[in-house]
């Protein structure tokens, strides 16, 4: 069975920052594209970044760029987000999912981030 | 990288069928087979429900189906159900830097 853990979320001050952790197992973790799609309390979905299998690729939109980097290791099947210079805006529930030609296979349960002072 | 256009809300009775739209341009879903669709209750994770268009994952009912025409998706529930009341979020290739753009999201209320 396929399932994702997210973990690493909490309260931070703007400006702060903060890692991410999404625990993989029950597939092959290096065999696939990795992404995080993060949803803003009563908002919709938005994806955030995607990671190849190798780590040698990484896109972002262009809203984090600079702020957000995403990274994997495959030896412990583990997908990271580190998320820094946090503003108001950055609040939400980040989930991460697998991602092939576009499309969410499987998701994990979320993890909140809630930035204030 | 803007948020694909969706109806706020759609309703329907139970049987009936009821469809979403999903509007974006031609660099996203009208250039692209990569459209899809989730399905998420309050709380939860979201389902995915189609891909590339039409394809249904295993186990998806085929109540759910799926249809593009120019730069509008379409994901059409047939046979409504109590449980089918969600909200419903499409997706597609964003059109540059290997993105990917969501909807905005659609309530469906089950009357």
């Known amino acids: 069975e396929v399932q994702l853990v997210e973990s690493g979320g909490g309260l931070v001050q703007p400006g702060g920052s903060l890692r991410l952790s999404c625990a993989a197992s029950?597939?092959?973790?290096?065999?696939?594209?990795m992404s995080w799609v993060r949803q803003a309390p009563g908002k919709g979905l938005e994806w955030v970044a995607k990671?190849?299998?190798?780590?040698?690729?990484?896109y972002y939109v262009d809203a984090v760029k600079g702020r957000l980097t995403i990274s994997r290791d495959n030896a412990k099947n583990f997908l990271y987000l580190q998320l820094n210079s946090l503003r108001a805006d950055d609040t939400a529930v980040y989930y991460c999912?697998?991602?092939?030609?576009?499309?969410?296979?499987?998701w994990g349960q979320g993890s909140l981030v809630t930035v204030s002072s | 990288q803007s948020a694909l256009t969706q109806p706020p809300s759609a309703s329907g009775s139970p049987g009936q069928s009821v469809a979403i739209s999903c509007t974006g341009t031609?660099?996203?879903?009208?250039?692209?087979?990569?459209v899809s669709w989730y399905q998420q209750y309050p709380g939860k994770a979201p389902k995915l429900l189609i891909y590339?268009?039409?394809k249904r994952p295993s186990g998806v009912p085929d109540r759910f189906s799926g249809s593009k025409s120019g730069n509008t998706a379409s994901l059409t529930v047939s046979g409504l159900q109590a449980d089918d009341e969600a909200d419903y979020y499409c997706?597609?290739?964003?059109?540059?830097?290997?993105?990917?753009?969501f909807g905005g999201g659609t309530k469906l209320t089950v009357l």
């Open positions: 999912a697998t991602e092939a030609s576009f499309r969410f296979d499987f």
């Open positions: 029950g597939f092959i973790f290096s065999n696939y594209w």
């Open positions: 990671i190849n299998q190798r780590a040698s690729e990484e």
């Open positions: 031609s660099s996203d879903v009208g250039g692209s087979i990569y």
């Open positions: 590339e268009v039409n």
């Open positions: 997706a597609s290739y964003a059109g540059s830097n290997n993105a990917a753009v």
